[in-house]
């Protein structure tokens, strides 16, 4: 039987400034990717979100970025090597920290924002981020974008990569996320998301924005939770998927057995 992974990013509100509802996201995912304050969250707040997850059995991931809470960690930073490996470090040793106190742990590490789109194929930025989970933890796995160069690159440098997959961004034909800035770069038909994602399990591929069929090969799939309705779309692939017989749970199950 098919399996695969559902993500969603959470952990993200800050002080006041709510974002997306941890606790219904984590009725439906099996992995949640928990900000670590850089882009976004507070400590209290990803406490309670860690906790959350582990009262589900839900599998948690460090969601580093560059520290940018202003810009929410979409904004391309040209930042310095040294700088870059020991923000990782540190980002990752915080949410390790939490997930102690919350009786859970820290199983992978997924880039947020602009880091994970940059080191997708910018060399220099991406050894700077293998190298920081290097050192925490080598079996820290890391969740790259499907077909990415760094799936190869991290796996050369011996970390085990899992490639991902989104639910709620348009693909170019070139199996890559078209820009956010661009219109129609971000899905909000929940029936939609969910035929596609049921296309790409069962098939392999998804079609692009200009109506290509384009082979998308993930383990994993992603819901942003700050989308509008991310709710109703993280339902509807769930749903569509388990009618279709195919099983969700974490991918870190997989490198357990």
Same mark, same amino acid.
């Given at each position: 039987m =098919? =399996?695969?992974?559902?993500?969603?990013?959470?952990?993200?509100s800050f002080g006041q400034w709510k974002m997306g509802d941890d606790d219904a996201m984590l009725d439906i995912v099996t992995s949640a990717n928990v900000a670590c304050g850089f882009h976004a969250?507070?400590?209290?707040?990803?406490?309670?979100?860690?906790?959350?997850?582990?009262? @589900?059995?839900?599998a948690i991931g460090a969601h580093v970025g560059y520290p940018d809470l202003a810009g929410f960690g979409r904004r391309n930073m040209d930042i310095a090597s040294a700088d870059l490996t020991a923000g990782v470090i540190y980002q990752i040793g915080a949410l390790q920290g939490l997930a102690t106190a919350a009786g859970t742990t820290v199983s992978y590490v997924k880039p947020h924002g602009a880091l994970y789109n940059t080191i997708a194929g910018d060399k220099r930025q991406a050894l700077d981020v293998i190298q920081a989970i290097l050192e925490v933890d080598a079996s820290l796995v890391l969740v790259?974008?499907?077909? +990415?160069?760094?799936?190869?690159?991290? @796996?050369?440098?011996g970390l085990t990569t899992v490639a991902e997959a989104f639910a709620?961004?348009?693909?170019?034909?070139?199996? =890559?996320?078209?820009?956010r800035r661009l219109a129609g770069s971000v899905l909000h038909d929940a029936?939609?998301?969910?035929? @596609?994602?049921l296309r790409l399990v069962e098939d392999g591929v998804v079609e692009a924005i200009d109506g290509t069929p384009t082979p998308?090969?993930?383990? +994993?799939?992603?819901?942003?939770?700050?989308?509008?309705?991310?709710?109703?779309?993280?339902?509807?692939?769930?749903?569509?998927?388990?009618?279709?017989?195919? =099983?969700?749970?974490?991918?870190?199950?997989?490198?357990?057995?």
């Open positions: =098919t =399996t695969i992974d559902l993500n969603s990013d959470l952990g993200e969250g507070d400590p209290a707040g990803i406490l309670r979100t860690l906790r959350a997850a582990r009262e @589900r059995n839900v790259c974008l499907a077909g +990415s160069p760094l799936l190869n690159l991290a @796996r050369e440098k709620d961004r348009a693909y170019t034909p070139e199996g =890559t996320l078209v820009s029936d939609l998301v969910a035929r @596609r994602m998308v090969q993930a383990d +994993s799939i992603c819901v942003h939770g700050d989308s509008p309705g991310a709710l109703a779309m993280a339902h509807q692939v769930r749903l569509a998927l388990e009618k279709a017989g195919v =099983t969700l749970r974490p991918f870190t199950a997989h490198e357990a057995e």
